[in-house]
């Protein structure tokens, strides 16, 4: 049976999911592992991807993008997921953080700075972890001090997708000292090339090689009135809802990636030969699919009712929460099983099952590591 068929998608996401799966069966999977030994950025894939239209569309059509919804763009993960995380995630990051000028900024900041994402133009990206600090978006002591003009942005954010390439980013900083803390927080757009903003990559890691992120350090960075995003003191409640929908998506990067285990396990014991039969014959093996399976289907089919849910904006944090814990952890489990079943092979840094393995370790821990999501899910069903 097909591993993620489209009898679950809604049907306005069908085509662009199949145009996800050929351009990943053509761009990325067939440069995975070259790019992954190579750690480089992905450009040459990227840009093909912006030719197919696959790239920062979920922008709206007045602003350039095709208004790619949340069931769409979840269509999409899947599939470049499966093909390839690290790819994948250059990719679905190259518009990381335009929502939020979306749905908070000005009708100029839109102009200015979603037009040129959505033509693909330009790359954007979002700056909210510090070195120090990951999941408490209450707890940032990068500070922006207000100042004629604007603000002036002091301190360092860490683990930023495209902090070195990309063209502007939206910056999450403390603007206030209240006791209600999460009033403290405002949204800005900086660009890269400002006075007092430096970026470096971070070490190499271990999965995930073809994403690459940074460590910025502000130092008195400028930033004009006019780049605040929203109010000032309303970027945590921004910043809140917008991982809900970005938690639906992480958990298609899971969905991608259990289903490449699942596919790289099926493939390997069918061929694989002991005691004269292949081991696809011996019932142990038998189980380990179905379980690896059984897991699978239920985190699919929970993570798109969650996209439903979350698109509606029922209970949209307590879903979310559900579809990115149940994903992430599905996909290592079945990286788990797939590398038992592959047994001395999976050591091979160049099998595939190896490289979602080491993948896999890492949707566990963005968009809100899954021991928060699961005081998140507690606290939103009481």
Request: hydrophobic fraction near 40%.
């Amino acid at each position: 049976m097909e591993l993620l068929d489209d009898s679950i998608v809604p049907e306005r996401a069908r085509d662009v999911k199949q145009e996800a799966r050929e351009f990943a069966d053509e761009y990325i999977a067939p440069n995975a592992e070259a790019y992954y030994d190579s750690g480089d950025y992905p450009w040459e894939v990227l840009e093909a991807g912006m030719d197919a239209g696959l790239i920062a569309q979920d922008i709206g059509e007045e602003y350039g993008g095709k208004g790619f919804d949340l069931a769409q763009v979840l269509a999409i993960a899947e599939e470049f997921y499966r093909a390839d995380a690290g790819i994948a995630l250059t990719l679905q990051l190259a518009s990381f953080g335009a929502e939020m000028v979306e749905d908070y900024g000005t009708e100029e900041q839109k102009e200015k700075y979603l037009r040129p994402v959505a033509e693909n133009e330009q790359i954007s990206g979002l700056a909210v972890s510090e070195p120090q600090t990951g999941s408490d978006l209450a707890g940032m002591t990068t500070k922006a001090e207000k100042v004629e003009g604007g603000y002036e942005l002091t301190g360092e954010k860490y683990w930023v997708g495209n902090a070195v390439e990309a063209d502007w980013l939206t910056v999450y900083a403390k603007t206030g000292e209240s006791d209600d803390r999460y009033s403290n927080y405002t949204l800005f757009i900086v660009e890269t090339d400002s006075d007092g903003y430096e970026a470096e990559h971070i070490p190499e890691k271990m999965g995930m090689r073809a994403s690459k992120q940074g460590h910025i350090v502000f130092e008195d960075c400028f930033v004009p009135e006019e780049n605040v995003v929203g109010s000032e003191g309303g970027g945590f409640y921004a910043l809140a809802d917008f991982f809900n929908h970005g938690r639906v998506i992480v958990g298609g990067h899971g969905l991608g990636l259990a289903a490449a285990a699942i596919e790289e396990a099926e493939a390997f014991i069918s061929d694989r030969e002991a005691f004269g039969r292949t081991i696809d014959d011996f019932q142990a093996v038998q189980h380990t699919i179905s379980d690896m399976r059984i897991g699978f289907e239920s985190a699919r089919a929970l993570n798109w009712r969650a996209c439903e849910k979350v698109a509606n904006g029922e209970d949209a944090g307590y879903w979310a929460a559900l579809a990115k814990t149940k994903s992430t952890e599905v996909a290592t489990d079945c990286a788990e099983m797939g590398m038992k079943l592959h047994g001395g092979r999976s050591n091979f840094t160049d099998r595939r099952i190896a490289r979602v393995y080491r993948d896999v370790r890492i949707p566990v821990i963005y968009e809100g590591a899954n021991d928060i999501q699961r005081n998140l899910i507690y606290r939103q069903s009481r």
